[in-house]
């Protein structure tokens, strides 16, 4: 089969941007081993970078399937713009729609419809001021993130507030940095999971459940998996034994984060595959906190990404996990 393969390159730091505005973007490292991967399946691969020429690029080659990786750059739907090209096109890919991934982006909007199908998800509000009162409405400790962003963009130590003058300040934090709402959150204080899945309808499997130990961050250091954490602390050449696959749950907790992990899935209308976080509040019960339709996937071990270590504990190999998904694609559009 002809492959297309859509990513964004990640670039250097540039003065006057936020020091993770390129964090979602894929190193040349990743995007020639999902390449590599597709190869020993596929006949071709044809490499095309989701920049302004993609679209003539795309519709010169159409290939007969597209592994997506794109997350773009600009605007609150930018993860769709690549599946939008390509529907119009009418060239299959991997993943989810444009409209799944524009509300799975916007994390409120997400949230909204995981409350409305009775799947738990932490209190939240939209803050677009700063000023607006957030503490007569949501109890502290709160979660102070970016509401349009991933890979932990605009997560940082200081995201956890406990009260109101650092609530006010991380608030109007993001709202200068990011120049986007900030999505104010309930804090869950108990423990956090990350869940792969595979498939579609009836064939959709969750992969071993991940669990993110915070007791490995240095002391002092809050329990989120913030920016530092993520690329501070834990770097390839020294990476923190933070992570645990398959996670030590008891049978009930496993099944009842699976089955989180699943109505969400369902629920946002996900195709393929997906990475869900999960957190527990003080009460054991398992929470929703976003959904990653477009999974981060390091090949290095070392690298600690979450998917690819779920699948390794199923007993799958990078090129396996990544051609399992484009045998998802193919069988959901009946090629």
Known sequence: MKIGLTYNLKKDHEEGLPQDFYAEWDDLETIEAVRDALLERHESVEMVEADEDAYEKLRALRPQMVFNMAEGLWGESREAQIPAMLEMLRIPYTGSSPLTLSLCLNKARAKEILSYYGIPTARFLVAQDPNAGIERLLTFPM??????????????????????????????????????????????????FTVALLGNGESLRTLPIVE????????????????????????????????????????????????????????????????????????????????????????????????????????????????????????????
């Open 143 to 192: 979660m102070v993130k970016p509401l349009l962003e991933g890979s932990s963009k605009g997560i940082r130590n200081d995201s956890i507030v406990r009260e109101p003058k650092e609530l006010r300040k991380k608030v109007a934090a993001v709202l200068e940095e990011y120049d986007q709402p900030a999505l104010v959150e309930e804090f869950l204080e108990g423990r956090e």
């Open 212 to 335: 993110i130990d915070y007791s490995t961050l240095p002391e002092g250091a809050n329990p989120i998996y913030s920016y530092e954490a993520k690329w501070v602390y834990d770097r390839p050449e020294a990476p923190l034994d933070i992570f645990t696959c398959p996670a030590e749950v008891p049978e009930r907790l496993s099944k009842a984060i699976d089955t989180v992990a699943v109505d969400a899935f369902r629920a946002l209308g996900v195709k393929d595959w997906c990475r869900i976080d999960v957190r527990l509040d003080s009460c054991g019960v398992p929470h929703v906190i976003e959904l990653n339709p477009l999974p981060g996937i390091l090949m290095d071990p070392n690298a600690n990404s979450c998917f690819p270590k779920a699948a390794r504990a199923a007993g799958l190999s990078f090129a396996g996990l990544v051609n399992s998904v484009v045998d998802t694609a193919v069988e959901r559009y009946g090629i």
